[in-house]
């Protein structure tokens, strides 16, 4: 009897213990079934579609409805579809379950790795959407998103291009005319920052304002981009 007894408290601990991430949370398995962008995706749920919505970060447009194909969104993507699709995943639901969209909202594992931080380190997305109480992994992610700036890698790659409500191409622009074609631009240090034609990060600025000349700019409180 006393075997019989043992024998079922261990393989109760091994059940819950195959539960259990390597940050010791708990999960429940899904199938990817298709990766929508950098941080969403579709699985197969015990038998049910499901969308999901990765927590805390996000990730540079590449299917957005009113706006444009974002630097390093197909990079992210691309990097979700070689990572997660067609794969077994472990979904660690956020607190509060879903988004008003409707879509789950979780940490994804996979292979012991969470592939949110997986996307700050590489430079793909940034840390976003902070809303209680779906904030368990906030510090971490932050710290992980310093040593990427710190490293210029993926999005801080590019010279004011994230900002505190998005990435630059979220930002509404003015266009260049004949005369003047120095683009002017605010980044989210309150940075007033110029971009000149031959400019390394010209092409991908959205200007808030134009000036005709450096002097111009100079004048109005800007400095020429480091690059």
């Not at 919505?53 to 540079?60: F, K, Y």
């Not at 630097?71 to 639901?93: R, V, Y």
């Not at 994804?108 to 592939?115: P, R």
């Amino acid at each position: 009897m006393k075997n019989i007894t043992f024998l079922l408290i261990l393989l109760f601990f091994m059940s819950a213990c195959a539960t259990e991430t390597g940050q010791n949370s708990k999960t429940i398995s899904a199938e990817v079934t298709k990766v929508v962008d950098g941080d969403t995706i579709k699985v197969s749920l015990d038998g049910k579609a499901e969308t999901v919505r990765l927590l805390l970060v996000d990730t540079p447009e590449t299917k957005h409805p009113s706006k444009p194909v974002q630097p390093f969104g197909p990079e992210a993507s691309s990097f979700a579809e070689e990572t997660l699709e067609g794969e077994e995943i472990d979904l660690e639901i956020g607190i509060s379950e879903r988004d008003k969209y409707g879509r789950l909202l979780a940490y994804v594992w996979i292979d012991e790795k969470m592939f949110n931080e997986m996307l700050l380190e590489k430079g793909l997305a940034r840390v976003a959407y902070i809303y209680q109480p779906n904030v368990k992994y906030l510090e971490d992610f932050q710290s992980l998103q310093r040593t990427a700036q710190k490293e210029g890698v993926g999005i801080w790659s590019i010279e004011d291009y994230v900002r505190e409500d998005g990435f630059q191409g979220e930002a509404p622009s003015v266009q260049p005319n004949e005369e003047c074609k120095i683009k002017g631009n605010i980044n989210s240090k309150g940075e007033k920052i110029y971009h000149v034609q031959d400019g390394a990060y010209y092409d991908i600025t959205k200007a808030e304002e134009m000036f005709c000349s450096e002097e111009d700019a100079k004048a109005a409180g800007f400095r020429p981009s480091s690059r």
